[in-house]
């Protein structure tokens, strides 16, 4: 333990779960655990709750997947919503969850986590950016996979405006403005779609083409067409067939066919850009050479003029808080199992970093009780969980995203084998009847102040 022990409130958390992030998921996984009885304490580095939906998006935004997917399977979002709901319907869903289940209460807000590390008897140190130091029984990491900006390197320099489209909140940033959004991803579709109606000019560049899925059809939107009996490879047909009929081909715009399979990629749900195209309003580009100035040079040799570059080229998944001995990602993947446990440490858990093929809220609210139950597992057991799901038979994750359909059949199965899961659990424990957590040392707490970590 270190040696700043004097700062801990001794046995006020110790026993307690810390939730790190209070959005979309992090709220869901809180209420999960609220009804299993489990103790748990909340922070985020904001000042109102929401995450994503508070701090990052922009005011005309929509979500891309339906209200009857996103939501929380046992708080259904009013009637009055409309298919795809607004940022601020978002809003106001997230606020009345809160309230509805009295999750606010254990929550801090403006708490920013500095670093997380184990110590003896399997505890978990965290320091805030005060400099306050608990401990708890575990680290239930929910916060986020859209804040680390990722930005492209560009060969040359711009005279005009570079930002990340995170950075874009408004209409008004992009009025009058001749404008390049970078990326083929619903951001960068909005976003470009937006330019179009205020902007002087909206070109989108695409290193390659993707494929553009309507959001909905014959009134539907698309994902409440999908049904829990379909395979991958089935609604994957389904998808081809939906986009000849809407979309047509990529030649009829002026862009090559992609060289993915759809579903290989997060889905890109628009209609906007397409028609825009079709109107002159956006023009598609292949991928940016360099800047000169003012203006961008294309890989087909062509040039443009712009006055404002959007890169909307993702983010990368970042726990920036935890030791170079926990940092699992490559790439966008986190290699954990049953999405967020480890095989070599037990207490700390990486929730929310894939990328579902649908809304979070209804694979949340099927997730948050099983997750529930294996904490309570965790309880009953020393070695990791994780080792567990290793020991069974399970692999790391090849890819960040996943088929919902797929993640339901699968969570069904582990909540119905359970009692084999616990059978299996505490085999496996009497075979590592010493183990326990490596501790990990402290960092100069200069370097804790000094840091940018941050628990959105």
Known sequence: MSNSSSNYKTGETAHKQLIIGAGFVGLGIAQALKEAGIFYDQVDASNQIGGNWYHGVYETAHIISSRKVTQFSNFPMPEHYPDFPSAQNMRDYINAFADHFHLREAIEMNR?????????????????????????????????????????????????????????????????????????????????????????????????????????????????LIRGWMPEWFQRLMAYGIIRLTFGKHEHYGMSKPRYRIFAKHPTLNNEVPYYI??????????????????????????????????????????????????????SIVECYGGSFLDDYQGLYYVGWGQARGGVGSIISAYGPLFARLLKLQDEIE?????????????????????????????????????????????I????????????????????????????
Not at 163 to 174: A, F, G, N, V
Not at 383 to 409: A, N, Y
């Open 383 to 427: 070695v990791p969980i994780g080792l567990v799901f290793k020991s069974i038979g399970q692999s790391l994750p090849k890819t960040h995203l996943s088929d919902p359909q797929q993640t339901f059949r699968q969570l069904r199965l582990l909540n119905i084998g359970f009692n084999f899961l616990i059978k299996k659990a505490h085999q």
């Open 112 to 224: 920013k986590v500095s670093y997380v590390r184990p110590v003896a008897n399997n505890l978990w140190e965290v320091t805030f950016n005060n400099q306050e130091q608990r401990l708890y029984k575990g680290v239930v990491m929910c916060n986020g996979h859209h804040w680390c900006k990722r930005f492209p390197e560009f060969e040359g320099k711009f005279a005009g405006k570079i930002i990340h489209s995170k950075d874009y909140k408004r209409p008004e940033q992009l009025r009058g403005q001749k404008v390049l959004v970078i990326g083929g991803g619903n951001s960068a579709c909005d976003i470009a779609a937006e330019a179009a109606r205020v902007g002087a000019k909206s070109v989108l560049s695409l290193r390659e083409s993707v494929w553009f899925i309507p959001k909905s059809f014959a009134g539907i939107p698309i994902v409440d």
């Open 278 to 331: 079709k109107h002159g309003r956006i023009i598609p580009k292949p991928g940016v050479q360099r800047l000169n100035d003012w203006l961008v040079e294309f890989v087909d040799g062509s040039c443009e003029e712009f006055d404002l570059i959007v890169c909307a080229t993702g983010y990368d998944v970042a726990y920036p808080f935890l030791p170079t001995e926990l940092q699992r990602v490559k790439g």
């Open 429 to 456: 424990d009497a075979r590592y009847p010493n183990f326990r957590n490596s501790p990990l040392p402290a960092i100069p707490p200069a370097q804790v102040s000094s840091s940018n970590f941050l628990s959105h």
